[in-house]
């Protein structure tokens, strides 16, 4: 597999890790509260982003990068809406269906693509505009889900979930912009060096950020944090891992390449509920996933 591929394998590492952080942050919404539940990605994700950068640097045996004043804006988009981000996609579950939300914000290719070729200049061809459209299509399609969308209500139903869904999904599709950002003006360095500092600088500006307005405004929920440092800590850690090989793979192409391959793991979610769970796919569920796979397989083919 040449160079140029690796950020495919990324992709699906990181989309994979992303699956259980999330679920870890969901179940730690109720004790710790939103902001709460989104700090710990960070404030426990940061140590490990510095034994990743250690491993790193110790096997290139390559100098710490410093980065040009140019970086930072990038980074302080990226990491910002990050936070934002997590925070409204955190309150869309507490409405929602974790499945429903995840629908929501899986509408994030199709931003990161506009946003992607707004501020950055990423190439869009209607091949790739079609995959990523296509395979967005495939996720709304497999989560309308009647009578599973919880609190009583069926298909997307409410508006606010819906725009809280969608606003986590334009958050989240700046901040892989930012990111990727930020990761192409460290010069003179590798791809594995310079996406790994991007992320241990982002994870430190979070922490100080989210620290702080905890400090400020919701003391108890730092108490909380702490209290409950083993589920924090675990995800931290996934999140801080699933955050690498994101940022490897921003490093190789363009955000919406990402993020569009990223959606297989709702195909990860659904093969948990056939083979786990025994739960077997419908008809509507059968034809999200091959929209899915079609327009993913669209995509790598251009």
């Known amino acids: 597999m040449t160079l140029g591929w690796l950020w495919i394998p990324f992709t699906l590492l990181g989309a994979a890790a992303q699956v259980a952080r999330n679920a870890m942050q969901r179940g730690l919404t109720g004790p710790l509260g939103t902001v709460g539940a989104t700090h710990i990605r960070f404030l426990f994700g940061f140590p490990f ?114 725009l809280l869904g969608l606003a986590a999904a334009a958050g989240f599709a700046l901040s892989a912009v930012g990111y990727r950002g930020a990761i192409l003006e460290i010069h003179g360095a590798s791809f594995v060096v310079a996406a790994t500092s991007t992320l241990v600088c982002g994870l430190l500006l979070q922490t100080i950020v989210l620290s702080g307005y905890l400090w400020l405004f919701d003391r108890a929920a730092l108490l909380a944090i702490m209290r409950l440092w083993k589920p924090s800590m675990f995800a931290g850690f996934m999140g801080a891992f699933a955050s690498q090989f994101w940022f490897l793979a921003f490093a190789l192409t363009a955000v919406a390449n990402v993020r569009t391959l990223a959606l297989v793991e709702v195909l990860f979610a659904q093969g948990v509920s056939l083979i786990g769970f025994k739960q077997p796919l419908s008809a509507r569920e059968l034809g999200g996933i091959v929209l899915i796979v079609i327009g993913v397989g669209v995509l790598l083919a251009n």
């Open 49 to 162: 982003s510095l034994l990743f950068l250690a491993g790193v640097l110790t096997v290139t045996r390559a100098p710490l990068p410093s980065p040009p004043a140019s970086f930072w804006p990038w980074l302080a988009v990226g990491a910002l809406t990050q936070i934002a981000a997590t925070a409204l996609m955190l309150a869309a579950m507490t409405e929602r269906s974790f499945v429903v939300t995840t629908a929501y914000i899986k509408t994030e290719p199709v931003q990161a693509a506009l946003f992607g070729f707004a501020f950055l200049g990423d190439a869009l061809t209607l091949a790739k505009v079609l995959a990523i459209v296509v395979a967005t299509l495939g996720v709304v399609v497999t989560a309308l889900r009647p009578g599973g969308a919880g609190r009583g209500t069926k298909g997307f139903g409410s508006l606010r979930p819906t």
